[in-house]
C-alpha cells in the first residue's frame, strides 16, 4: 500500500508505519517526545507502540487523559498545556497522539497552539480516526455542548495508520467508524459505494485495503481545499443533522450518548430524505440508502420533543452562513452539491420518515 | 503614507484607514461584525471609530473585556468565545480587534480558534499594539504566568493604524511601546538606531511617520519568516530576559507590574552587556544603548532574590531549544546574532552592570 501525501504531511499505512517514524526521529531529532493517550489506548495500544520505536536517543513522556467524546474539553486541554510546560517541553519538542478521534483532535489542537505551534504525528487506533479524524488537520475541542467549535487547521507531519489497533476495539467502536466510510462511498462513486455496503469485517486485509482507499478519496478532497471554502464541505454529508443530533444525546446523558458514527448515520438518512425531495436523488437510492443505515446501525427513538430540540441546534452549525443553515446534499449516489438550504418543515418530514423505517 | 502589504495581510496608516475598512466591509458582506474592547477602549476609541466606519448594512456587537495584561487568560478567551456562540458568530463575521496589545493578541487568538477561524482585523490603539503586537500574524494569551505561551500564527486581513489614538494614552503607556521601536532601531541599522533615540513625542507627524518607518522595518523580516524559523527570531532581541523579568513583576504584584516595554528596555540593557562580553558589540554602543535607556524608563530594584527567580523563569522561554536558553545579540548596532548561549554567570554579571548603572 502506497503512501498517501499532500503539501504538508504523509499518511503511512501498516508493516511501514514504525520504520517511517524511526526515521523521523533519527531525522528531526526532537528535543522531547510527548505521547497523548487516553485511558484505554494507554493501556492497550501503548506498550505494544513502545516496542515499535527506537527512542534510545530521546526523552519520552506519555500523558493520559481520559476516555471518551465527554472529555474533549478546555478543561483537558489546560491540563495538557500545563503537563508540556511542566516538563518543559520547547519548540523542537514532538507530540504524538496516540488514540482515537478525541485524542487525535484534542492532542492536535493542543500542539498546534503551544509556543504557537509544535509538530506532531497521529497514529489513529479507532476505525473512525483512521478514515477521519486523524486525517485532513482539523484539530478541535468542543465549546460546552457546540462538537469541534474550536479548533484550528494544522496538518501534523505524519498519520501513521496501522490497521492493527483495530482488533484492541470494541464492535460498536468499529461500526461506527465505518459510518465515515459509508459516507465516503455516498460522496464520491456509485462503485465505492457498492464496495463499501458490503464490507466483511472479519476479513482484515480486504478492511486495511478500504481504510486506505477511503483515505486516499479524502486526502484528495482536502488536498484541493484545506480550509474548507468549497468542495472540502462535502465531507460533511451527514453532518449537518448528524452532529446536532450526536449534541442532542450528548447534552441528554453523556454516559448513554451515541457514538459520533451512530449520530451521523442518522443525519444521512435524513439528508439523503431531503435530497430525495429538494435536489434529484432518486427514491430507489433512498431506500438502498436507507436499508443499509438502518440494517447496521438499527434505530434510535427521536420522539417530537427530541426533534424540536435537535432542529434548534442547527443554528450553530459551523458551516452556517447569514443565519441560513447549510446542507450538503445528494443529487445521486456520489453527487454530492453544496450549499443547499431547506425548509423546516421538510426538515421534521425527514424526521418522520426516519421514524417510519 | 503607503500602505504595507505582505502575502495575508495589508497595514493602512492614518487618513485612509476608515475609508479602506468600509471598502472591505462592502466587498466582503460579513454575516455580522463583532468589535472587541476593553474596558479603555470601549470609553475613549469605541465612540469614534463607529462614528467612522459605515455599517448600515452590518449587524455590530460590542464585546468588552477588562483591562490589562493580566487578563489575557484563557478564562478572558472562554468568555469571548461563549459571546460569540451566543450571537451567533459563523465563519462569515469578522471580528475587529479595537485596542491594546492585549486585546489584538486574545482577538487574535480567539478569531484564529472560533469555528476554526474567523477573518479578523486589528485596530491597535497603543504605541506597543501600532509597532508590534498587532502585525506580523502572532496571536496568544498567557499560560499562568507564562507570556504567549498559548497561541498561533495566522496574520488578519488587515491592520488599521490610526495615530490619533495615542492622544487617547497615558505617557507611560506610550513610552512603553517606545521601546519596541528603541529594539527596531538596535537590530536593523545605527541610522534608524539615531533616528529613533531623539524621537520627540510632542511632535504627532514625525512620530506618525517613526511609526510607519517601524512597521515596515518588522514587516520586512516576518514576510521573510513568519513561522519564525530563523530571521523573524531577530524581533526577540531583549525579550529573553526581558519577558522573564516581566513575568517576574507580574507574579509579585499584578497590580504593579511593569509595562510590557518597561521590561523589555531592561531585557535590552542585560543582553547588550551579554553582547558586548560574548559577540563584538562595543563598549561606547554598550554605555549608549545603556544611557538611552535608563534616561527615557529610570532603573528598577533586581536585588539576588529577583534575579534568582528571573533566571528560573528563563528556562520557559518560547525561543529555547534542547534545554538550552537561547539569546538574540548584538554584534554591534543594527547587526543581529541569533541562537546565541550564555554562562549563567555572566547573566548575573549583567544584573549587578545594570545595578551598578
Redesign the interface.
Known amino acids: 500500500m502506497h503512501s498517501i501525501e499532500t503539501n504538508n504531511s504523509i499518511v503511512h499505512f501498516n508493516q511501514k508505519v514504525y520504520n517511517e517514524l524511526n526515521n523521523y526521529l533519527k531525522k528531526t531529532q526532537p ?1 522531547k517526545v510527548f505521547i497523548l493517550t487516553d485511558t484505554n489506548t494507554h493501556h492497550h495500544c501503548l506498550p505494544y507502540f513502545l516496542t515499535q520505536i527506537d527512542y534510545s536517543d530521546t526523552l519520552i513522556e506519555v500523558m493520559e487523559m481520559p476516555y471518551g467524546e465527554s472529555h474533549k474539553t ?1 478543561e483537558i486541554c ?1 491540563g495538557v ?2 503537563a508540556l ?1 511542566e516538563y ?1 517541553a ?3 519538542s514532538l507530540m504524538i497522539n496516540l488514540g482515537g478521534g478525541v485524542v487525535t483532535d484534542l492532542g492536535g489542537f493542543v500542539a ?6 509544535l509538530s506532531y504525528i497521529n497514529v489513529p487506533t479507532s476505525l473512525l480516526a483512521m478514515v477521519d479524524a486523524s486525517v485532513g488537520g ?3 475541542i468542543d ?2 455542548h ?1 462538537k ?7 496538518e501534523g507531519s505524519m498519520v501513521l495508520i496501522d490497521a492493527h489497533y483495530l482488533k484492541t476495539l470494541p464492535e460498536r467502536e468499529v461500526i461506527s467508524g465505518y459510518a465515515e466510510i459509508l459516507k465516503h462511498g455516498l460522496i464520491s462513486s456509485l462503485d465505492y459505494w457498492e464496495t463499501v455496503k458490503q464490507i466483511n469485517f472479519d476479513n482484515f486485509e480486504s478492511l486495511a485495503d478500504i481504510i486506505h482507499q477511503s483515505v486516499k478519496i479524502k486526502q484528495s478532497i482536502v488536498s484541493e481545499d484545506i ?2 471554502a468549497g468542495l472540502r464541505k462535502i465531507l460533511n454529508f451527514g453532518h449537518t443533522l448528524g452532529h446536532a443530533v450526536e449534541s442532542y444525546f450528548l447534552n441528554r446523558d453523556e454516559d448513554n450518548a451515541l457514538l459520533h458514527g451512530e449520530a451521523i448515520a442518522i443525519g444521512m438518512i435524513l439528508e439523503s430524505f431531503l435530497s430525495h425531495h429538494t435536489v434529484s436523488l432518486s427514491e430507489d437510492a433512498l431506500y438502498d440508502i436507507s436499508n443499509v443505515l438502518i440494517s447496521t446501525y438499527g434505530k434510535t427513538s427521536l420522539p417530537k420533543a427530541a426533534q424540536n430540540e435537535i432542529v434548534k441546534l442547527l ?2 452549525d ?6 441560513k443553515i447549510q446542507f450538503v446534499l445528494l443529487q445521486d449516489i456520489g453527487q454530492p452539491i453544496l450549499d443547499q438550504t431547506v425548509s423546516d418543515p421538510l426538515i421534521y418530514d425527514a424526521f418522520d420518515y426516519y421514524n417510519s423505517l
Chains 1, 2 share one sequence.
Open positions: 528535543s478546555l489546560l498545556w500545563e510546560s518543559l520547547d519548540r523542537n498546534s497552539t503551544y509556543l504557537r505551534g482539523k484539530t478541535g465549546l460546552g457546540l469541534n467549535h474550536i479548533g484550528v487547521i494544522n480550509n474548507e443554528i450553530h459551523k458551516k452556517n452562513s447569514h443565519g
